[in-house]
């Protein structure tokens, strides 16, 4: 697979997509020549990201709730954008859930680096990058 090649996948925002995402990412991982750990912190990294958007996203009776990835690589790095068309993020005058919170320091932790685009009822999008390892 060349360089630059992406994976773009729009499925409902659901618990269940989120294994799906999570395997298409991998595999699209290994194809781009990623290994092991490499392969595992994408896989982190996507998932909590997804998951952010199935629990925050959308209100509960929301229709549709779309969720998409893409991915693709450069020489240096594989760079993710999970994109939703929820309510965005909003200040709010109480504590954030705790899921939030923790799902973005663990992104943050793993990721080469990652912006939060979001605009009120226009979505959130969350593009991350992961610096490929030398050895792949």
């Known amino acids: 697979m060349a360089a630059g090649e992406q994976l773009h996948l729009k499925l409902p925002a659901e618990a269940d997509n989120i294994a799906v995402i ?3 990412v991998g595999s699209r991982a290994k194809e ?3 290994e092991g750990s490499a ?3 994408l896989k982190t990294v996507v998932s909590e990201a997804c998951a952010n958007v199935v629990l925050h996203a959308y209100p509960d009776d929301a229709r549709p709730r779309p969720l998409e990835v893409e991915m ?3 020489e240096r790095a594989v760079n993710v954008v999970v994109r939703d068309q929820g309510v ?3 200040p709010s005058s109480g504590p954030k859930p705790p899921s939030l919170r923790l799902g973005l320091q663990l992104i943050g932790a793993i990721a080469s680096c990652f912006q939060i685009r979001s605009g009120r009822n ?3 999008e969350l593009v991350i990058q992961l610096a490929i390892p030398a050895e792949a």
């Open 22 to 24: 999570r395997e298409a």
């Open 32 to 34: 781009f020549g990623l």
């Open 39 to 41: 392969v595992d912190d």
């Open 72 to 74: 693709s690589q450069t």
């Open 88 to 90: 965005g993020i909003r």
């Open 122 to 124: 226009r979505g959130t």
